[in-house]
């Protein structure tokens, strides 16, 4: 936002600021800045900065990467590039500018999970309490093993307002966005418009390349929930120069019933979601799973592969989306769990599920409506982690059922 940058900042005549994190922090990051050479990915109104030397940081900064980073760390990486330009520098950049980034980490191509795992290791064991030194991921996308009865359906269909799922997908030989040049941004538009075209007859839909919205467009997928916005600077995103050259190369494709949805380069190169109102957890499940196939094929017909590691799973640029990357939800009414909302939450965490009330994580829900959602990402396949919320949120529907039945004796 542009009310948290301080006025100065940016050498080479760039419009680029700089927070105000403490005095004497901001004076070195100052410092540090006017000092960086040209990085080849700058623009205009975003630069790169070259840290010479471990960040001072402050007791503000809270992230994994402040805790991860020694000295010793830094001496070892701070010279090492990626085939594609990205540096250590550039990865901890956001960490440095937003002290209260919980992860501080953002990947910019597939090589900084190897050239950087020293630093994205212990990251991601403290994110997901997952080691990928000694743990391997699984995937499976099989929507047929998902288990949902006729009774879970009409259980669901009676609370459920809607249900969404939704992960990222990268394309392994282009940047991701935090590192991507205007070329790899635009070849990776190309492979997924692509596959948006190869994609079954129910999904077929329309691509909307953000720079060419019409304004009735843009306030009909605002309207709708689909339209993604430049970053603010001091985001995440924007601090990590995910927003470059912005709208080139992004864009927004939905199918024509908007039951699937995708991002083009936003956090990621791309965003799945298939979403539809009511229950059907399994309906909206195949569909996540129909689109990620066909992204896989057209990356597999362009001679490419879709970013995955063994230990890691399906790669991303921020550290916390790793493994499936997943996240599947349901809105649900629930008034009588609604009246202690902090019981909810440890209800939830039993069942490894995250609710969120109408203001996000840890508020009460407006009209009784959260969001209830898988907690973990990596460990686990696709088809596990919506059983899991499927089980889970049949369990609270049970427990909202009986609370009901009391209050009415």
Known sequence: MEEDLAKGGGGGGSSFALPEIEPTFDTWLKGQLDAS????????????????????????????????????????????????????????????????????????????????????????????????????????????????????????????????????????GFSLPAGASKEDRLATEAVLKEA???????????YFPLGELTP??????RNGGF???????????????????WPEGRGIFHNDSKTVLCWCNEEDQCRIIAMENGGDVKGVFTRFCQLSDAIKGAAEKNGKQLMYDKNLGFLGTCPSNLGTGLRASVMIVLPELNKDPHKLEEICAGFDLQPRGSSGEHSA????????????????????????????????IEMEEGLAAAASS
């Open 216 to 221: 009735a467009q843009e306030e009909e997928l």
């Open 37 to 172: 050479p040209a990085d080849p990915k700058d623009t205009d109104k975003f630069k790169y900065i070259t840290f010479t030397e471990m960040p001072p940081f402050v007791d503000a900064h809270k992230s994994l990467m402040r805790k991860t980073l020694t000295p010793e760390l830094f001496a070892k990486l701070k010279d090492v590039k990626s085939s594609k330009g990205y540096s250590l520098s550039n990865g901890i950049q956001a960490g440095v500018l937003r002290p209260h980034l919980g992860v501080g980490f953002t990947c910019g191509d597939e090589e900084s999970f190897t050239l950087f795992k020293d630093l994205v290791y212990p990251i991601v064991q403290g994110w997901h309490k997952f080691d990928p030194a000694t743990q391997e991921h699984k995937s499976d996308l099989d929507f047929s093993k998902l288990t949902f009865s006729e009774e879970q359906a009409a259980k669901f269909g009676q609370y459920v307002k809607s249900t969404r799922v939704r992960a990222a997908r990268n394309i392994s």
């Open 227 to 245: 339209l993604f916005q430049e970053p603010g600077p001091m985001q995440l995103l924007g601090a990590a120069g995910a927003g470059r050259d």
């Open 196 to 206: 948006f075209g190869a994609l079954p007859a129910d999904l077929q839909g329309k």
């Open 365 to 396: 829900a407006v009209g009784a409506k959260w969001d209830i959602s898988n907690k973990q990402r990596i460990g686990f396949s696709e088809v596990e982690l919506v059983q899991k919320m499927i089980d889970g949120v049949s369990k609270l």
